[in-house]
């Protein structure tokens, strides 16, 4: 039973590039989200999504960054012309449908971005 | 405004008892998560509070007095590899944020031999 599956787990570009990080979720689940964390710092909340849906995107910055869950295939964060603070690590999470409960998040391995 | 606070680092021995507090500010939500990440690893759920009172998993405890806007986590019999980062969460009761896990920025503890 695999867990969140992050890919890739390291990668590195140059300022103006662009980065695509891949999120599967945990079978099961159909509900994804994703959160950046810096150096030394807490979670913090960037997009949540269903199938084909953007559910709340109230985290996600309104230039550069998007994201997507199609109906077939992972999650993708997209960050285009990357800049040096977009360095951090990416955390994608899974859940299924949030009831009045716990919530509990299942969380990947996370995607470490490093902009040179 | 809604917000979690929690102390930035914590230090103990093996052996002790050790409590990390969480305080918010918020009119409302639907209860107090735990999360611990070791060394940026992946957080991994601990436990909940949906009412107040304890709950008790094993050698962790956790606690939510909703009238005090306070939990806090209580990890006895410390052992090394519980040198982590212990986050709380909440998920706030208001539109456009009802359904995500708002963290703390997190409590790193430091188990010493």
């Known amino acids: 039973n695999a867990g969140v599956m992050q890919n890739p787990r390291h990668l590195v570009r140059r300022r103006g590039q662009e980065a695509r990080l891949r999120c599967s979720p945990m079978k099961g689940h159909s509900h994804v989200y994703w959160y950046r964390q810096l150096p030394e710092e807490g979670l913090k909340f960037m997009v949540y999504?269903?199938?084909?849906?953007?559910?709340?995107e109230s985290g996600m910055p309104k230039e550069r960054f998007s994201a997507e869950f199609p109906k077939e295939g992972p999650s993708i964060l997209r960050i285009q012309q990357v800049v040096r603070g977009d360095s951090a690590a990416y955390f994608c999470?899974?859940?299924?449908?949030?009831?009045?409960?716990?919530?509990?998040?299942?969380f990947g391995a996370g995607s470490r971005l490093t902009v040179l | 405004g809604q917000s979690l606070e929690q102390p930035s680092e914590v230090t103990a021995v093996e052996g002790a008892i050790v409590q990390i507090n969480c305080t918010y500010q918020t009119s409302g939500f639907y209860g107090l998560s735990w999360y611990q990440q070791h060394d940026g690893g992946a957080p991994t759920f601990l436990s909940y509070?949906?009412?107040?009172g304890l709950e008790e998993t094993g050698r962790f405890s956790s606690f939510l007095s909703r009238s005090d806007s306070y939990g806090y986590l209580l990890l006895q019999e410390l052992q090394m590899k519980d040198s982590a980062s212990y986050f709380c969460?909440?998920?706030?009761?208001?539109?456009?944020?009802?359904?995500?896990?708002?963290f703390g920025s997190g409590t790193q503890l430091t188990v010493l031999p």
């Open positions: 969460a909440v998920r706030f009761i208001s539109s456009g944020s009802a359904r995500q896990l708002t």
């Open positions: 999470a899974s859940s299924p449908p949030p009831l009045s409960g716990a919530n509990v998040l299942t």
């Open positions: 509070n949906a009412l107040d």
């Open positions: 999504l269903q199938k084909e849906n953007i559910i709340d």
